[in-house]
């Protein structure tokens, strides 16, 4: 896949812009503050209707503006040309068509029904400062993260979430009403029988989302692990570990997790009704880094984890190129100045393949290497285009192409 031109009007910073990019990598340099990342968040909107830096659409909007419009024209690998436009209204005081706010998605011209629908229309790989919290945070950043690269992959996966969020609501404030109505104590012979019933939905919907967080983990963990090799030089072995109900495992059938899910949640139920919400299952998923053997998070140094982070990264941008075809837009927000000469020379190596976005307040963090051989981006990538950004304005200065 390829970007050949974005459209923004009051997103950001951006009153209004139109761009045509290149193939190979776009280079976009300037200070701080100037509207580099922007552009980077716009494309990565169009992949999932989510922003990597917030949740609330309301952020996205110019300061004094109501709405904000994203459009991207990519083209495929297969030379098929296509858009995608996001176009979101914010609540307006006193207009009566405008009490909630409303967000239309496009592909197309042709207006979407479900934020599902967009799913795996177009791809791109983000990896940005904010990215460290996949290792820092709680779980909940990590699950978004395989839910996310599921949902591309596998478009139906994003209804499960949806599903069982909805199954996840309705069992919860059921499970709050018996603990309201009833002494239930430690006793399980006080399972009630409308309980049992979202227990079966709940298993159902379960065995579907945990057996691809498995099959999709499993090839995360060797992507990634083959990345941090190229990175590092071969010296740190990574591995990932998906951490999810006791008793279920990598080689489990869906039959066999649906089962265990529903009796462990037959179990659980006494002590589901004390606290009033459900205890186990995907919505308590995590996953496990660990690096040369010691988990990531506790034991490893602020450049571990950003190689860590990177290579996850990488694997995901291998896993969405092998399953679908395309190759995926890879997006760096300021990453270079965060890598010695060898890890950004590698780094540079990895995405030759892919129309790449590079952010930097400085060219030199992306045109040179670490000695005279890498001297030059062009040594590396194929193609690139460099652009000045400036205040929200985008000038083009060069290109080169071999």
């Known amino acids: 896949m390829r970007v050949t031109k974005i459209e923004l009007k009051n997103f950001r910073n951006y009153s209004y812009l139109v761009q045509e990019f290149y193939p ?63 176009h979101y209204l914010a609540t307006v005081s006193g207009d009566p068509l405008r009490t909630k706010p409303i967000r ?24 940005a400062p904010e990215d460290l919290q996949l290792i820092k945070d709680g779980p909940s950043a990590r699950r978004r993260f395989v839910d996310l690269l599921i949902s591309q992959l596998y478009p139906p996966y994003f209804r499960d979430l949806l599903q069982y969020q909805h199954l996840l609501t309705q069992r919860n404030n059921l499970l709050k009403k018996l603990r309201d109505d009833f002494s239930t104590g430690n006793n399980t012979s006080d399972y009630d029988l409308n309980l049992a019933v979202w227990d079966e939905q709940i298993a159902d919907c ?29 010296k740190e072995e990574l591995r990932i570990r998906y951490k999810t109900v006791g008793s279920i495992t990598r080689n489990s059938t869906v039959g066999e997790v649906q089962q265990i899910m529903k009796m462990r949640l037959w179990e659980q139920a006494a002590d589901d009704i004390l606290r009033g919400y459900t205890c186990i299952g995907p919505h308590r998923d995590d996953l496990v880094f660990s690096l040369n053997g010691n988990e990531v998070r506790p034991f490893a140094s602020q450049g571990q984890q950003r190689s860590v982070v990177l290579s996850l990264k990488l694997a995901e941008l291998l896993l969405l190129r092998r399953r679908t ?34 952010t930097s307040t400085e060219l030199s963090q992306v045109l040179h290497g670490q000695d005279t051989k890498t001297s030059s981006l062009a040594d ?10 400036d205040n929200a304005t985008v000038t083009k200065i060069l290109s080169h192409s071999q």
């Open 104 to 127: 239309h998605i496009y592909h197309n011209g042709v207006r979407l029904e479900r934020v599902g629908d967009m799913m795996g229309l177009f791809n791109a790989v983000i990896f």
């Open 24 to 86: 190979g990598a776009q280079i976009l340099y300037g200070n701080n503050a100037q509207g580099k990342t922007n552009i980077l968040e716009s494309i990565y909107l169009c992949t999932c209707a989510r922003s990597h830096r917030t949740g609330k659409d309301i952020e996205l909007v110019q300061q004094g503006k109501d709405d904000y419009d994203v459009k991207i024209s990519f083209v495929t690998d297969k030379s098929i040309e296509e858009e995608i436009r996001i």
């Open 380 to 389: 590396i990538v194929d193609d690139y285009s460099i652009f000045e950004v």
């Open 325 to 358: 075809g395309e190759s995926p837009v890879l997006l760096l927000d300021d990453v270079m100045s965060e890598l010695d000469g060898s890890r950004r020379y590698r780094l540079l190596q990895t995405i030759d393949k892919h129309q790449s976005f590079i």
């Open 206 to 234: 379960s065995s579907r989302i945990i057996s691809l967080r498995y099959e999709t983990v499993s090839e995360i963990d060797i992507l990634a692990n083959e990345a941090i090799s190229q990175i590092t030089g071969l």
